[in-house]
Every structure is written in structure tokens, then in C-alpha cells.
């Protein structure tokens, strides 16, 4: 319970004492929630998910790599 | 039936150009994280053993650059996965088995060495012990190194695509040795001459703000002792990155002979090839490498590229069209001509889909497995399948060559810069080391144009071209995200430079 209090500790002074690692945080902050919430979740689906009948995922695929003329 | 062959070609360009504009923004971040990694180390390890405040606040300094860096470029790499699902859907389909077990491992290491050991390097200063304060310094720098090594490995595994059997069944690569996948010679080359090349800008990075200190007449006594630390940092890891060089160009040769073609501009090879200097291709324009011998005014080294490709002076190095007609190797073995892997892509291909449809129709063990071993058979050439004609096969020669010569004329200034910052530090030299900042950027972005240009059209090493690995968008979707991440990727860079001036403007706390 101590070393746990001690690591707790350590994080929470050191967060507490950032200067310039606030502005980084708020940066990563903002960055990651552009990345997570808005382009994976409006703009980067998965394509094959989206597309395939689940389960039908190496059909799919198959059909795709066909050619009219191999 | 689906026809590939009339993809949307506008696709696949703009598809391919939002994969260039990730990867290169994400590789502006990784070289400086990588080499300022080692130089901190360094500073550090001199404040452990002199004991000195002048050596701690060094290290406090060059670890706060560390830190804007490694905070902007992070999960900027993430968006090339999210890429993959939606863009690249049938080669993400194709490679999930190989590419998962690298990548997550990348993933857990990244997590659990580099927010253990960071936290410990920022937060730990008097709160730790001297000794383990250093540990966690290096094993920051180590934790960010074998991230960077799992992404190679998923990386060269495409330019080099070993340890694994496809499977009919699921349609999939699998994984069947991952030593072969994590240990495969273009692996430890691309991991070994990559580092080598970040350790390169991070040092001319010190050099280059030391050298600004230094015409700023401030900070002398940091900027002096920093200078020198970078400049013999650089030089040693530009001494071991010409080794690696000439063994990545060995490889090269044996693996991916047409990029190694393509980067020399070697339209017919033989023996006794020179290495060329400098010629005159026409950089917006493919060469007609099947009409001619050599592009115009080549100036060349003798023998250079034979010993380069083959570690032998008088070795033969196919050009562009023995490669396409055919030729035997030093081995002996025979290199197929193009139409004969293109009859047998095809032949595999079939066979996939002969497969499948037995499988769907019940047919028996016997016939199932000749139709796999068929398909496993002809794999080695499942891509020249859907390969129409010759100029499909050829990279872009002009990018190529030149890239590849920024690269090398770059590695030899960045050389010069060292040498010069050791035992001719003057105003001039300063400057010269300020304005090779960005220099270095743009010579390490070289460095993956060569390697990815090169290895055009295939996302996967003779498996899978560009056009079949795409999945089936309409190209405005891809060109409205790549201008999105234009604005994002811009507006984060600006951040990061303006909040890097200001702490470099600041200066060390001495």
C-alpha cells in the first residue's frame, strides 16, 4: 500500500509541478480526441466491416481479387 | 465480376498520396525523438560521472526539447493504421495476421517503457536515485528505439515479404515463423541504417542549436561542450551509417534488384558497373530506359556499384530491362522474364478462385489441396497477376534517382558539418550548421522516398500492386481527408516549431 501511495504520489507532484508539460498535455489532449473522436469515428471507418456480412470477410476479399482476364 | 484493372486510378494516386503525407509528417518527429534520446543519455551519464550542475542542467535541457518533440509526434503515427482499415482495405485483409503481432507489441512497449521510464525522467529529478534516473533516461531512448524497430519490421516485411504461407481458406498471409518475419535481413537493415539516420539529425540538431547560441554569443560554455558532444556523436554514427549503407545496397540487390535499377538509373546492367555520380534525367518525366543504354552526361565512379550490390568489383547487377526480360543470377538461379511471372500471377490468382468455389461445392481433401498447393506454389508472383504491361513494373525513375542522391550528398555534408564544427568552429561554420537543421529533415525524408518510390507498384513485394490493394472509394472521400489532415498536420507543426523556438530562445538554466 505504501509503494502504491509513493508511485501515486510521484505522478501526482509531478503532474502538479509541470510548466511547459501543461501546454504538451493540452496539446496531446486535443490531438487525441481529433484522432479518436473525430476522424476515426466520422472519416475512417473499416472499410471491410462496413462492406462484408460478418463472417464473409475472406469471401469479400476473394471476390476483390478477381480479374475478368488472368 | 469486379474488374481491378478498371479501378479508379485517381484513387489509388490520392490514396497513396495521404499514406506519403502521414508518413512523412510522422517521420519529421520520430528522427529528433530517436537521436536526442542518445544525446541526453550522453549529458547525463557525463552529469553522473563528474557530478557536475553544469552537466545536469545540459541534460534538463536537451530532455525538455526531447519532450516538445515526443509529445507533438505522438499517435501521430496511429492515423497510417486508421489508413489501412479504410483505404488499403483488401492489403490490410491480406497482411492483418502478419502485421498484428509487430504492431502490437509496438503498441504494449510503447505504452508500458515509454510512460514508465518518461514520467521517471521528468518528474524523477531528486526524487530517485542519481543511478536510476539515469537508467530511466536510457531505457526512455531504449523504449522508443524498439517501438521504431516493430514498425520496421512491419515495414520490410512488405518490401520483403518472409515467414509466412497464404492461406486459400481465409484469403490471408499467415505468420509462420515470427524469427524469420522479426530477424529477416531487411529487417535489421532498414532498423540498423534507419536509427543510424535519426541518431545523424539528432546530432546535427545539437550542433545546429548549439551553433545558434554560439552566433548569439550566449550560453558559450553549454554551447561549446554541446557542440563538441554532437558533432562526435554525429561523426560516429555517419562513420557506422556508411557501413550499414553499403550493406542496406547488398541487400537491396538481392531482394528488390528493380529498386536498386531505379535509384542507379541503370537501364542495361553486366559486370563492372559504375556508380553514378550525378546525370542528366529529366526529373518530371520516366526516362525511356527501353530505347537507350544510360541517361545523358553520367559521370560515374568505376566498379563502385558492382561492389556496392555485390561486394565484388567486377559483379553483375541486372538494369531495369534484364529484370523485366530475365537473367541469372550470381547463384545461378534463374530471375523469371516479366511474362512468365505475369502467366503465373495469373495461374495463382485461378487457383484461388478455383479453390474457393471447390470448397463452396464440397469437393473432396485431395482436390482441395492440390488447388492450395497450386496457389502456394505461384504466390511468390500472385501481383504480376494483375500486371497489364512492362512500364506497370518500373518505378518512377527521377525520384528515385535523385532522392537517393540527396540522401548520400546529404550524409556527406552533415559529415563535413561535424568535422568542421571539431576543428574549425568559426562564425560561418555556425551559420552553416543552423541552416543544415532543416537540411537534415529533408535528407531523411529522402531516405524513405528511395525506399518506398523504389519499391512501386507493390504494396506487398511481388504480391499485391497498389491498385489491388486500395479498396473501392470514391477518390473525393480520400482527397477530403487529406486535406483535413493537411490543416491538422500544418497547424501541429507550427505549434511544435513555435513552442520549440521559444524553449531553445529561453535556453538552459545555468
Not at chain 1, 28 to 45: G, N, Q, S, T
Not at chain 2, 261 to 273: C, R, S, T
Not at chain 2, 415 to 432: D, E, G, V
Amino acid at each position: 500500500m505504501n509503494v502504491i501511495h509513493r508511485i501515486w504520489k510521484f505522478y501526482y507532484d509531478g503532474f502538479r509541478s509541470m510548466t511547459l508539460g501543461r501546454t504538451l498535455w493540452t496539446i496531446i489532449l486535443v490531438k487525441l480526441f481529433i484522432i479518436f473522436a473525430v476522424l476515426k469515428v466520422f472519416f475512417f471507418p473499416n472499410y471491410i466491416k462496413e462492406h462484408a456480412t460478418e463472417g464473409q470477410e475472406a469471401e469479400f476479399v476473394s471476390e476483390k481479387l478477381k480479374v475478368d482476364n488472368p | 465480376m469486379i474488374n481491378l484493372l478498371n479501378t479508379d486510378l485517381a484513387m489509388v494516386d490520392w490514396a497513396r498520396a495521404q499514406f506519403a503525407l502521414t508518413a512523412i509528417y510522422h517521420w519529421l518527429f520520430v528522427p529528433l525523438t530517436l537521436g536526442l534520446a542518445v544525446v541526453m543519455g550522453i549529458m547525463e551519464t557525463l552529469y553522473y560521472r563528474t557530478g557536475s550542475e553544469f552537466w545536469k542542467q545540459t541534460a534538463k535541457f536537451w530532455q525538455r526539447l526531447f519532450g516538445i518533440n515526443f509529445a507533438m509526434g505522438v499517435a501521430t503515427g496511429i492515423i497510417l493504421e486508421f489508413e489501412f482499415g479504410t483505404n488499403w482495405s483488401n492489403y490490410s485483409y491480406l497482411v492483418g495476421d502478419i502485421f498484428g503481432a509487430p504492431l502490437a507489441i509496438e503498441g504494449i512497449v510503447a505504452f508500458f517503457m515509454e510512460s514508465t521510464f518518461v514520467a521517471v525522467m521528468f518528474f524523477g529529478w531528486n526524487k530517485v536515485s542519481k543511478g536510476f534516473h539515469l537508467a530511466s533516461t536510457w531505457l526512455t531512448g531504449l523504449g522508443a528505439t524498439l517501438s521504431a524497430w516493430w514498425i520496421l519490421v512491419a515495414n520490410s516485411w512488405m518490401q520483403h515479404p518472409v515467414g509466412q504461407a497464404f492461406n486459400p481458406e481465409t484469403v490471408r498471409n499467415e505468420m509462420t515463423s515470427f524469427a524469420e518475419v522479426a530477424l529477416s535481413p531487411v529487417a535489421v537493415d532498414k532498423f540498423i541504417h534507419t536509427v543510424l539516420s535519426a541518431w545523424v539529425l539528432g546530432a546535427v540538431f545539437v550542433v545546429g542549436v548549439s551553433s545558434w547560441y554560439l552566433l548569439k554569443r550566449r550560453h558559450t560554455e553549454f554551447a561549446t561542450k554541446s557542440l563538441r558532444v554532437g558533432a562526435i556523436f554525429g561523426l560516429v554514427s555517419s562513420a557506422l551509417i556508411m557501413l550499414s549503407g553499403h550493406h542496406s545496397a547488398y541487400t537491396v540487390a538481392q531482394t528488390q534488384p528493380m529498386k536498386l535499377a531505379a535509384m542507379e538509373a541503370l537501364y542495361k546492367g553486366g559486370n563492372d558497373q559504375p556508380l553514378t555520380i550525378i546525370a542528366g534525367i529529366n526529373p518530371f518525366e520516366q526516362p525511356d530506359y527501353e530505347a537507350t543504354d544510360e541517361p545523358p552526361l553520367k559521370l560515374a565512379v568505376p566498379y563502385a556499384l558492382s561492389f556496392l550490390a555485390t561486394n565484388d568489383m567486377n559483379g553483375y547487377v541486372p538494369g531495369i530491362r534484364d529484370i523485366l526480360d530475365g537473367y541469372t543470377k550470381a547463384d545461378g538461379t534463374i530471375e523469371l522474364p516479366l511474362s512468365e511471372k505475369i502467366e503465373r500471377g495469373r495461374c495463382a490468382i485461378n487457383a484461388l478462385q478455383e479453390y474457393r468455389k471447390a470448397k463452396a461445392e464440397g469437393a473432396g481433401e485431395e482436390t482441395l489441396n492440390e488447388l492450395k498447393e497450386k496457389v502456394q506454389e505461384n504466390m511468390p508472383f500472385f501481383g504480376y497477376g494483375y500486371v497489364k504491361d512492362r512500364a506497370q513494373v518500373v518505378p518512377y525513375i527521377p525520384v528515385c534517382f535523385y532522392a537517393f542522391r540527396v540522401m548520400v550528398g546529404g550524409g556527406c555534408l552533415f559529415i563535413l558539418l561535424f568535422l568542421l564544427s571539431l576543428w574549425k568552429p568559426k562564425p560561418w561554420t555556425y551559420w552553416f550548421a543552423v541552416l543544415c537543421i532543416p537540411v537534415s529533415y529533408i535528407v531523411s525524408e529522402a531516405g524513405w522516398l528511395v525506399a518506398e518510390f523504389g519499391r512501386q507498384p507493390w504494396t506487398i513485394q511481388d504480391m499485391l500492386p497498389t491498385w489491388v490493394g486500395v479498396s473501392e472509394l470514391g477518390s473525393s472521400a480520400v482527397m477530403l481527408t487529406f486535406f483535413l489532415f493537411l490543416i491538422l498536420f500544418t497547424t501541429l507543426l507550427t505549434v511544435e516549431i513555435n513552442i520549440m523556438c521559444k524553449t531553445i530562445k529561453k535556453g538552459p538554466k545555468l
